[in-house]
């Protein structure tokens, strides 16, 4: 992590990717910096350029929302990046960190994963850690050395590069949701932990968290490949948990028969006896020096 405020690493990351042309600026010889000046942010957003260097220095630390709004459209954010720079402008007692005892699985919700033996189903923390699984979601991921963070299994378990065929999509979006995370709680030791471990042990992690892309679960299709049964396009649904909002039911699905219905059905059969689902606990999951 930088020594910068969270909010001053998010706006200067953002002002760096957009390009005068982008937003309708003209562009006059070489530029010195990458992307948009200060000045020129600070224009489009209508404060003054001194304004605007506070806040990426840290030193303006309670923007009015009026601000906030007209530096969002001055670069261009979309909805859930703005939502995430209204986060990081609130004052530190005002964000909530996760309560003890917050990857805690609720015995009707292990009920639940286990009702489901024909469809993978398992539940996420912040830091895309696997709190909870049923015996499909496990077969189906038998490939990993361990079934549990799905950044660590993207980034670093060799597996994760022939099980998501589009590697890069995934990476992308584990990425931005452990930064839409940080972003309710930018003082989270196993978000930190997390994003600390991997980038130390990969460059393209490193590369993609600096974007500051921010980005919740979407309904995407999954086209994922199985070291046993081979191709499977996966439709899935993320559900918050009530009675815990930080965790995040996940559920895959296959069209009626197709041949992903047949390739999990053949993961079924192939499991030589059927667990029940669980919670992880700490001993599940990768150190932060492994």
């Known amino acids: 992590m930088s020594d910068s405020t969270p909010l001053g690493e998010f706006l200067r990351a953002r002002r760096e990717a957009l390009k005068p042309q982008d937003v309708g600026l003209p562009e006059h010889g070489r530029r010195r910096v990458p ?5 020129e942010v600070a224009m489009l957003a209508g404060v003054s350029s001194d304004y605007y260097m506070r806040l990426e220095q840290g030193r303006e630390t309670s ?31 005002e964000r909530r960190s996760l309560p003890a005892g917050h990857d805690r699985i609720s015995p009707q919700l292990l009920q639940l994963l286990d009702s489901w033996p024909d469809t993978p189903a398992f539940v996420l923390g912040p830091a895309l850690d696997v709190l909870a699984q049923n015996a499909l979601a496990t077969a189906l991921h038998s490939g990993f ?8 299994m993207v980034f670093l378990d060799p597996a994760g590069r022939d099980f998501y065929q589009d590697w ?22 196993r ?24 980005r919740g679960k979407t ?34 699905q296959a069209a009626p028969a197709s041949t ?19 919670p992880q606990t700490e001993a599940d999951r990768v150190p932060s020096d492994t």
Do not use: M
Not at 194 to 211: D, I, Q
Not at 267 to 278: I, K, N, T, V
């Open 35 to 39: 992307g948009l000046r200060r000045e």
């Open 63 to 93: 923007p009015s929302p009026q601000v906030i709004d007209a530096v969002a459209t001055a670069l261009h954010l979309d909805e859930e990046a703005t939502d995430h720079l209204r986060r990081l402008t609130r004052a530190r007692q």
């Open 145 to 152: 050395e361990r079934f549990d963070n799905l950044a660590r």
């Open 168 to 189: 890069e999509k995934a990476a992308h979006a584990c990425v931005a949701e452990i930064r839409a995370a940080y972003g309710h709680d930018p003082d989270s030791p």
């Open 191 to 214: 978000i930190t932990e997390v994003v600390e471990t991997l980038s130390a042990k990969s460059a393209e992690f490193t590369e993609l968290w600096a974007r500051h892309d921010v």
């Open 219 to 252: 309904r995407q299709a999954k086209n994922l490949k199985h070291p046993q049964v081979g191709d499977l396009e996966i439709q899935f649904s993320a559900f918050t948990v009530n009675e815990a909002p930080h965790q995040q039911l996940v559920v895959y």
């Open 260 to 278: 992903t219905a047949a390739a999990f059905a053949e993961l079924r059969s192939r499991a030589d006896h059927r667990e029940p689902a669980r």
